[in-house]
């Protein structure tokens, strides 16, 4: 499977049966206003975590669980990025983690998109989320119990993705978004629903 992986961006690496995925946009970072609506983040100056993440991050490390990013990033195929201003925008989020003392272990990205412009990315993969495939992929490349694990998310495809692979779901709802994915997310059915990371860490430290 050609998901991009991002080791270079992993500062404490850790292995175990139960690991916390991350959705990117609108968990680790903000989706962004632009003037033609919400969208995942266009430039790199744009890029700001949202509030708490870094506790979410740390709540799995106190667990002693491996945390991975899990993200459909389909910009480049779509035509809207070039895959260097992409993967600045993915180093921006991971130097913004870092700078608050957290990181990820490995990022799982997929970047295609069946309607894209771009030949080679623009196939009907394994890997795009409502698809399981990353999460997949994690559990063999780290030894993850799946069925033991949590994926926190903030759309129904995250979700969609979890229940796929067997995994718990938690879902952050919030309005930051285009309408059509907002009233998606309010009609999933997550294991949780929360709205903030601060409800979400107190789910972490819970779950069992």
């Known amino acids: 499977m050609p998901e991009k992986l991002l080791n270079k961006y992993a500062i404490i690496p850790s292995m175990g049966e139960r690991a916390l995925f991350l959705d990117r946009d609108g968990i680790m970072c903000h989706l962004i ?41 389909p910009g480049v195929a779509l035509g809207k990025q070039t895959q260097e201003l992409s993967d600045a925008i993915e180093a921006r989020v991971h130097e913004l983690l870092h700078e608050a003392g957290v990181s990820v272990d490995t990022a799982y990205i997929c970047p295609h998109d069946t309607r ?50 067997g995994c718990k779901s938690m879902l952050l709802l919030h309005r930051e978004d285009e309408p059509e994915k907002v009233l998606a997310a309010y009609k999933a059915t997550p294991d949780y629903r929360v709205y903030s990371h601060q409800e979400a860490c107190e789910i972490l430290k819970d779950f069992n």
Not at 68 to 73: A, G, M, T
Not at 121 to 148: F, T, W
Request: charged letters at 25%; one cysteine or more.
């Open 33 to 73: 206003e632009y003037a033609y609506g919400f969208d995942s983040v266009q430039r790199v100056e744009d890029v700001r975590l949202v509030s708490g993440i870094d506790v979410v991050i740390n709540c799995a490390r106190e667990n002693k669980w491996p945390v991975f990013e899990v993200s459909n990033q």
């Open 116 to 165: 894209g412009v771009v030949l080679e990315l623009s196939i009907n993969c394994d890997c795009c989320k409502p698809k399981p495939g990353m999460l997949y992929r994690a559990a063999q490349e780290h030894n993850v119990d799946l069925n033991a694990s949590m994926f926190y998310g903030d759309k129904a495809t995250d979700v969609q993705a979890a229940i796929a692979a």
